[in-house]
């Protein structure tokens, strides 16, 4: 798997995690102190985040870091 591709599929799992939590894009992006715009490139696929920023969105969606990184653990 390419990094992008392991960077969408990343992508596709938070908005699915998001989805479940009933979360918007603002939401989280509120929770986090950041930008809506580079959250919507995280869930695209777009761009690559960091590990603090990964921890910190798993704690908002209320699940292991592992579930989010991990591309063998499907939602």
């Known amino acids: 798997?390419?990094?992008e591709e392991y960077l969408q599929?990343?992508?596709?799992?938070?908005?699915?995690?998001?989805n479940i939590k009933?979360?918007?894009q603002d939401d989280i992006a509120n929770e986090l102190?950041?930008?809506k715009s580079y959250y919507s490139k995280?869930?695209?696929?777009?761009?690559?985040?960091?590990i603090v920023y990964l921890r910190n969105l798993a704690q908002i969606l209320e699940v292991e870091l592992n579930e989010l990184v991990d591309e063998?653990?499907?939602?």
């Open 22 to 24: 009933k979360l918007s």
């Open 72 to 75: 063998h653990i499907n939602i």
């Open 42 to 50: 995280v869930e695209r696929g777009l761009t690559n985040p960091t």
């Open 33 to 35: 102190n950041i930008d």
């Open 9 to 18: 599929r990343l992508g596709i799992k938070l908005k699915i995690l998001r």
């Open 1 to 3: 798997m390419t990094n």
